[in-house]
Every structure is written in structure tokens, then in C-alpha cells.
């Protein structure tokens, strides 16, 4: 895939005309970037890091580059740092970069490490100067999962085409792979799962120790077999202010324990699908989305976890004034649909299941390069990856609050 992209890439390059690099580089570059600072204070369980106490390890810094090469083309990328505790990179990663030919508004064309077109703002999340709250509703826009679907690395065709007096559709189709950062909460997950799996199998007496699970523990790499999806964005006419979306994905995620040529377990998304609605009428902006992701999970032979999640959210942003943005929402998530208390899953506490978050906020934007947020948040469940972050248990009802501030130019 990669070698495709490059060859693909190369031949563009080659392809322009000579006056081409004559073209002035001040008048077409445009360089942007943002610094953010924040502070996430939990009760009962740790969130997204060792937050029970209080934490500032929460920083974001991104560097971002377009330049138009000609009318119709141009190259982009974005270097980004994180520091979210021991479950981030901790380093300067591309984020993404990518060549973009557009010769009509209805195809075009990107290569590269690409923004995935998932849900109506994934490829928008780190532009902080566009969201209302510090974190877009989880159960969507999972932060644990932020590096698998942020971006993918691959071709994508996209446009906006007019569908006559009822409206016009932006749309993205995409095939690719996705990268997966060595430190990363999946990663650390992946790790911690396959470690309890040889504990568990070692202190099994030898006539039911499983042959396929090794007898210690090397090292997790995980890959990407394949990924592909689209998505559609349609604006009607008649609606003024509304937008209606819908996104879809397929992947296998492969896992190799110990530096093995076979994988000894996987993840298929048979399908993972949002539906979007928003509608801005005056100061006011009502957003929902509703998520299913259908997958199957495989390690050492046994299937570990199969069937669909079930998620969606409802929020309310409200601009009384310029700067001033006052939001609410409710969010619910659901490891199986099919089983929403739990009661399949013995082996875990019942709550772990679920994940049920009210939340409000506000949001302050000082000047054209200040923004402020703050949230507070009252869970219900411990679901999505809430184990990681606390290996001596969860408890139910927990909360938690955070606040930001970020510098834009």
C-alpha cells in the first residue's frame, strides 16, 4: 500500500508543468498550529490517566502545513505531540500528510496519512477553536481509541455533487490501513490482555494448559490487514441549517505475540456505522448521532468478545453571546447490544458494560488566538477501556471535571 502511494504520488510530481516551481512559495504556503494545556480531576476512578488526584499531564501541540502547488493540487501535513499520561505517545508523530488533487468539485483525489470520515466530526477534533466541549461525546469519539481512527493511511475519493433543488452531498470513500502507536492505550490494552492470558494458562496444571499459548511473554505488535469505508454528508435546501450524515467502515486488526509470522489472534469490524444529525437555528446548535460496531474478537483460538456495541449521544450548544457557548449532553454506550446489563460477561462487574455520561459546559473564546473550556461530567458504568486505567477496579458512579486552555495561530 505504502509503495503504491509513493509511485502514485511521484508520478503527480513528475507530471506538472515546468512554470510549476517558478510559483511563489510566501503567497502559497500557509503554516497554522495550536498549544493546549489542561487539568482533569476525577472521583472514584481514574479517566484517561492517573486523574483521581489530579493531573496536568494533558497537553497537545500541533504544527500544521497546506501548500497549493497549482490550481487543482496540493500537499498538507500536521506534526502533533501528546502527553496524556503513561497512555500517549509522549512524542512528535505525523498526524497526517497528504496530496490532494481536485480537478471538479464532485472527485477528487487524496494519497497519504488521511483524516477518516467518521461521524460529522472526527476529522475536525483537533481544531479546538470548532468544538464546543474539551472532549466530543465518547461514545462516538472514543479519546482510548483516537490513534486507530483519527486517520488512515491510503487513497480516497472524494467530492460534492448537487442533487437539483433538494440539496447538495459531500462524500469520501477511503482504502488504506491504520497505524498503531507503540504507546498508546490499545496498545497497552493488547499488551495487558495477552500477559493475563499466559499467567492464567502457566497456572493451569499441564494436561489443560492450552498449547497454542506461549510459555512467556516477548512482545504484542499489532497491524492493520485492511480497512475501508465512506461517508456522505448531505445539506437540504429546504432545511436551512441542517445537516444530515451518515459514515461506514470495515478493518481486520491482526495481533503477533513474540515475534510470530502468524497471528495469534484478531479483531474484525464487520461493520462499524454512525448516523448524524445537526441543526443550528439561531444561537442554538442540536446535534445526535447514533453508533453501532460490529466486530469480532479472537485470541489463542478463543473468541473473546462477539456482536455489535450500541451508542449515541444528544447535545445542545447554546451562543447567548459572541464568545460565551453553553453546552449539555447525554451519552450512552453499550459493549453488546444485545446484552446491555452484562449478564453474559460473568467474569467482569455488570457496570463495565455501560457507560451512561451527562455532561455540561462552557466554552470562552478570549480572542481570535484564546479559547478556554470547561466540562463537568457525571458517569454512570465503567465501560470503554475504563480497566486500563484502573487495574485495582472500577467503581460505578463516578464524575469527573477538566478544564483547557489553547493558544491558535
Known amino acids: 500500500m505504502q509503495r503504491l502511494i509513493v509511485s502514485i504520488c511521484s508520478f503527480f510530481v513528475l507530471s506538472l508543468p515546468s512554470p510549476l516551481w517558478a510559483f511563489d512559495f510566501l503567497n502559497s504556503l500557509q503554516v497554522h498550529g495550536f498549544l493546549s494545556q489542561g487539568y482533569i480531576n476525577s472521583s472514584d476512578n481514574n479517566f484517561l490517566s492517573d486523574s483521581i488526584n489530579g493531573t496536568f499531564e494533558f497537553t497537545d501541540v500541533g504544527l500544521n502545513a497546506n501548500m497549493s502547488l497549482t490550481e487543482n493540487l496540493r500537499i498538507g501535513g500536521q506534526l502533533f505531540y501528546r502527553n496524556l499520561g503513561n497512555y500517549s505517545e509522549d512524542e512528535i508523530v505525523l498526524d497526517w500528510g497528504m496530496i490532494d488533487y481536485q480537478r471538479f468539485d464532485a472527485l477528487g483525489l487524496k494519497l497519504g496519512k488521511i483524516k477518516m470520515p467518521l461521524g460529522l466530526y472526527n476529522e475536525n477534533r483537533d481544531s479546538d477553536f470548532l468544538l464546543p466541549m474539551v472532549f466530543l461525546p465518547q461514545s462516538v469519539y472514543d479519546e482510548t481509541r483516537r490513534d486507530t481512527y483519527l486517520a488512515y493511511v491510503g487513497a480516497g475519493l472524494y467530492g460534492n455533487f448537487t442533487l437539483g433543488a433538494t440539496g447538495d452531498c459531500d462524500y469520501h470513500f477511503f482504502l488504506g490501513e491504520v497505524d498503531f502507536p507503540s504507546d498508546s492505550a490499545q496498545q497497552t490494552s493488547s499488551t495487558n490482555s ?10 493451569l496444571p499441564p494436561a489443560r494448559n492450552n498449547p497454542v499459548i506461549p510459555a512467556h511473554y516477548d512482545s504484542v505488535d499489532r497491524e492493520s490487514d485492511q480497512i475501508y469505508g465512506g461517508a456522505f454528508v448531505y445539506h437540504p435546501y429546504w432545511i436551512s441549517g441542517l445537516r444530515l450524515g451518515g459514515s461506514w467502515l470495515h478493518a481486520k486488526f491482526e ?3 513474540n515475534g510470530s509470522s502468524r497471528p495469534s489472534g484478531n479483531v474484525v469490524i464487520h461493520g462499524k456505522f454512525v448516523l448524524s444529525a445537526e441543526y443550528s437555528w439561531r444561537d442554538l446548535v442540536f446535534v445526535t448521532e447514533y453508533n453501532e460496531t460490529d466486530r469480532t474478537s479472537t485470541m489463542f483460538g478463543n473468541v473473546s468478545l462477539d456482536g455489535p456495541t450500541q451508542a449515541w449521544y444528544g447535545m445542545i450548544n447554546y451562543t447567548p453571546f459572541e464568545q460565551w457557548t453553553f453546552s449539555v449532553m447525554y451519552d450512552e454506550f453499550y459493549t453488546l447490544k444485545n446484552d446491555k446489563n452484562g449478564s453474559s460477561r460473568t467474569q467482569l462487574s455488570p457496570y463495565s458494560s455501560w457507560r451512561k455520561d451527562f455532561g455540561v459546559g462552557v ?5 481570535e488566538f484564546l ?39
Open 363 to 367: 466554552r470562552w473564546e478570549i480572542n
Open 255 to 257: 495481533t503477533f505475540v
Open 371 to 409: 479559547v478556554a473550556k470547561a466540562d463537568y461530567h457525571w458517569i454512570d458504568g465503567a465501560a470503554m477501556q475504563m480497566g486500563l486505567f484502573n487495574p485495582d477496579g472500577t467503581d460505578r458512579y463516578w464524575h469527573y471535571g477538566v478544564v483547557r486552555i489553547s493558544f491558535i495561530f
Open 194 to 203: 495477552v500477559k493475563a492470558k499466559i499467567t492464567k494458562n502457566n497456572d
